[in-house]
Nanobody
C-alpha cells in the first residue's frame, strides 16, 4: 500500500494561489493514478483532479478547470495541485488518494490538508 502525506494548505485571500503537495512512499507506484479530492463541512467528498504517474495525463473537475492544475515530479515521488484564483467555495480539506489502473476504488488516502479561502 502507498503512504500519502499532504502539505501546503493554509489560509489565503480570495483571488490568491496555493500549491498543495502529496508525497508518496511505500511501494512502486509508477502505474498508479493519483488524485485530489476535497471535502467542505456539511458536504460530501468530491473529486478535484487526477493524474497518471506514467503518462502524466490529467483530469479536472469542471468546477476547477482553468484555475487548478495537477502535476507530478517522479524524482520526488510527489504530486502537486496548483490552485489559482481561489474562491471562498474552494474552502475544504484536500485529500490525496491513489488507485490501481482498472479499479474505480481509491485504496490509499492521506490525512488531508486544510485550505481556507477568505472573502
Amino acid at each position: 500500500q502507498v503512504q500519502l502525506v499532504e502539505s501546503g494548505g493554509e489560509l489565503v485571500q480570495a483571488g490568491g494561489s496555493l500549491r498543495l503537495s502529496c508525497a508518496a512512499s511505500g511501494r512502486t507506484f509508477s502505474n498508479l493514478l493519483m488524485a485530489w479530492f476535497r471535502q467542505a463541512p456539511g458536504y460530501e467528498r468530491e473529486f478535484v483532479a487526477e493524474i497518471t504517474w506514467s503518462g502524466g495525463r490529467s483530469a479536472l473537475a469542471d468546477s476547477v478547470k482553468g484555475r487548478f492544475t495537477m502535476s507530478k515530479d517522479n524524482a520526488k515521488n510527489t504530486v502537486y495541485l496548483q490552485m489559482n484564483s481561489l474562491k471562498p467555495e474552494d474552502t475544504a480539506v484536500y485529500y490525496c488518494a491513489a488507485r490501481e489502473p482498472g479499479s474505480t476504488r481509491y485504496s490509499s488516502w492521506g490525512r488531508g490538508t486544510q485550505v481556507t479561502v477568505s472573502s
